[in-house]
């Protein structure tokens, strides 16, 4: 049979997905390697050029480091509470609902309103974070160095700040996503067929903890996969707050420069697409790598029921 | 070695919100014996066991085991051993690790648990730990899955994986929610006997929870026959199918199902079934009753009463004839062996075999009965 039937099947999928998906990455990957921007007369092949610069510049490489430490702050954590909350929310017989929609919420508001309201409550003077702060001074609060330290001067700049500025910005990161996670975690937690807790019961599991993990962690095992997986790929595209918040650079000396305000930066504010699209293409190298070896870590561990 | 002993329920009253579950049940279990619960489902049987595992808190009466009040004491420290319908195997564990569970969380510490530094700490509890694993999977002959997982079993394997879970560490007895109900008919029936083995084997009470009338009675030394959260009748298999206490327990064990016609019990005391005569006196107050005949109590032949054959059922070893008699009512009879199986429509004349006609009231208790002299003569 020599039918050509099948292309008509698989075709229109197929160019789709190279057309939507993965034309754009290759005119990224392209236009990474030249020195390209939107109305330069000529436009030269510089091959690696971009990607050396990236790679040596200081403030790339302060990029580099507030991704990271951003993601090192916002993953463990918007986890760790999406757990916590989960297990919570789980156990309560009333209120569940409430409690759900509540910690819901900053997942389903704008994260650039909710950033300028943040930015509100932690402003150094007005905000309503570093007033509370003031109320215990004088108080045995002051015993604790900092807190004296805060009476003595001035409570932290909390945006401002270099030392601050980069945990102040993940601190919002994690309050909007911890919720995103719980509801993760709450199906994963309806999914535990209750006869393994009451088998772990009669095998002498007294303690919540050893009911945890000899039956919550390891089934809630796939739903881990995933909520780290997409938390990773979430704070990695960190991008709103960032530009909420500082209009513009980075934040104090860039240490909140992270890579999706520095693409932005680049190619749409300084027409630099060249590196903007080199910057893009280690990104996405990044989150594929990451993606990859998380996979292979966790997943060989997992038990898909 | 713990010592064999006796379950006691007594007075045992539960409900879900507003609607009652288990109405006040009294029952013991002897040291060693193999008591089933048997009943529709609904009837409370499972929600009794679990309350005698605590696994649920019963609202009134009281649970002991070998004579200590444990009505407070939590399911983890009763040291039963519980073998659930769905086998509730912990998927991510081996085979040998699920089996080693009830060992390591009564028999190490806390710290010995550990991943790693447990090991140190530990070497000769894990490798009695292992030893005892290994023991009983022999007995059950699994012996080469311990390595898997529960994910690569059939359901005859996990059913004994959760029995070599339940034995590794000698409970004072065995509960077991439906065990048997999630496997194919044939396994199942293999399974009963390896259940009757292990127990004569173990000499532990077991509490076995079924549905399955024939598993209660090839398996039981005495069951526990409820409906609607009560106890009807407790005797050994014997007595409950050749002596129940109400239409009740005599129509939901026995399958075909007891045959049940109109009745009178006469001024005399002589009973009569559709205008005929039964051979039997009782001495209950004369009116209408029901009798009950088990199928194999009839057969085929003149004397008692006829019919049409609506359909004959090939049961392989017997046939059973369901015959309408008129428009109302039906008996159901164990073909003779060697009667060629006639075709539906037929005319079936039906005979009384061996066996006693049951008698009952019109609310369903037993009423007694005797065989009238002149009839056996």
Redesign the interface.
Known sequence: MTGRAHLWFVGPALVLMVLILLMPIAVAAGLSLTDYGLGNRSTDWVGLANYEQIFTRSAYEKMFGATFRYVAITVPLSVGLGLGAALLVHSVARFGDIYKTIYFLPVMASLVAMAIVWEFTLHPTIGLVNRTLEQGCGTWLETWGWYANGCARSFPLWFGDRQYALGSVAFIGVWQAFGFNMVLYLAGLTGI?R??Y??A??????SAW?RFR??TW??L?PTTVFVVTISFIRSFQVFDTVEAIYETGGGPSRSVYVMMYAIYEKAVRQNLIGIGAAITIIFLAFVMVLTLLQRRLVERR??Y? | MAEAAGLTLSGIVKSYGTTPVLHGIDLDVAPGEFLTLVGPSGCGKSTLLRILAGLEAPDGGAVSIAGRDVTQMRAADRNLAMVFQSYALYPHLTVAQNMATPLRLRDLTRWQRLPLVGNLLSRQARRRIGARVRAVAEILQIEPLLDRKPGQLSGGQRQRVALGRAMVRDPVAFLMDEPLSNLDAALRVHMRAELAALHRRLGRAFVYVTHDQAEALTLSDRMAVMRGGRLLQLGTPAQVYGDPVSLEVASFIGSPRINTLPGEIRRDGAVTCMGLPLGLRSGAAPGPATVAIRPEHLTTGEGFLSGTLNYAENLGADIYLHVHLGAEHEVVLRAPAGLATPAPGARISVARGGGLPLLFAADGARLPATPAVEAVA
Not at chain 1, 201 to 206: F, L, M, R, Y
């Open positions: 067929p006869e393994l009451q088998a019961e009669v095998d002498g599991a007294k050893d000899l039956v390891p089934m095992g997992t038990h029921v």
